[in-house]
């Protein structure tokens, strides 16, 4: 997963993970006293929520030029992964038997 965050220092994000949320936070200083009309994201605090689905942990992230890369791994426990049933026929003996039943 990429985000761009053009503008903004490694200091200035801060990324947390909690369940199944993960959180996207900037905290830009406001140093500059001038007044304007309309400010990009870069000279703005944001705050995003991504909603992960389950056993998605994160496992790191870094800010490569402008995009911050978030590393994604999905982990399904052996518990939850599908497995294949073996389905048994009738054996020889019964099916000698229900013959015999329907006859009578």
Not at 57 to 64: I, P, S, T
Not at 65 to 86: F, H, S, T, W, Y
């Amino acid at each position: 997963m990429s985000v761009a965050l053009a503008g903004f220092k490694p200091d200035e994000v801060e990324l947390t993970v909690e369940q199944n949320a993960l959180t996207l936070e900037s905290r830009k200083s406001d140093k500059d006293e001038r007044t304007f009309r309309h400010r990009g994201i870069s000279a703005r605090n944001f705050k995003r929520q991504f909603t992960l689905v389950d056993h998605v942990d994160v496992k790191g992230a870094r800010l490569e030029n402008v995009l911050l890369v978030i590393d994604l791994q999905r982990e399904i426990p052996e518990a939850k992964k599908p497995r294949r049933i073996a389905i048994g026929g009738a054996s020889p003996s019964n099916a000698a038997q229900i013959e015999a039943a329907k006859a009578a």
